[in-house]
């Protein structure tokens, strides 16, 4: 889908991260995920959309709530999400994120 959206031009918008729901990451709990984020300064949210961002280049990521995260680490949903756009993921890293993604 996303990749018939880039060849017509078409924004893809997810409601959640591609790499988030129908992964062995589902609840963010993967050490991989963790071991990532970590090496960045980043929570696995962030790793997730990241990866999102990285997948085409007319994925755009929507923001759903301005409440504090449950991440435990500060800011705000926004500013998070500000903050993944700006991880530059290694292709090794994408890589790795894909092979978590589980067929359907």
């Known amino acids: 889908m996303v990749d018939r959206c880039a060849e017509q031009d078409v924004a893809f918008v997810p409601s959640?991260?591609?790499?988030?729901?129908?992964?062995?990451?589902?609840?963010?709990?993967?050490?991989?995920?963790?071991?990532?984020?970590?090496?960045?300064?980043?929570?696995?949210?962030?790793?997730?959309?990241?990866?999102?961002?990285?997948?085409?280049?007319?994925?755009?990521?929507?923001?759903?709530r301005a409440g504090a995260p449950?991440?435990?680490?500060?800011?705000?949903?926004?500013?998070?999400n500000v903050a993944a756009a700006s991880l530059r993921l290694t292709e090794d890293d994408l890589a790795t994120l894909r092979a978590l993604v589980r067929p359907a």
Do not use: K, M, W, Y
């Not at 995920?33 to 970590?38: G, Y």
């Not at 790793?47 to 085409?56: E, G, K, S």
């Not at 449950?70 to 926004?78: A, D, E, M």
């Open 16 to 64: 959640f991260s591609i790499a988030s729901v129908g992964t062995d990451a589902d609840a963010g709990g993967d050490s991989t995920l963790t071991e990532i984020a970590d090496r960045d300064g980043a929570n696995p949210a962030q790793v997730r959309l990241a990866r999102t961002l990285h997948r085409a280049r007319n994925v755009l990521a929507i923001h759903r």
């Open 70 to 80: 449950r991440s435990g680490r500060p800011g705000t949903h926004v500013d998070q």
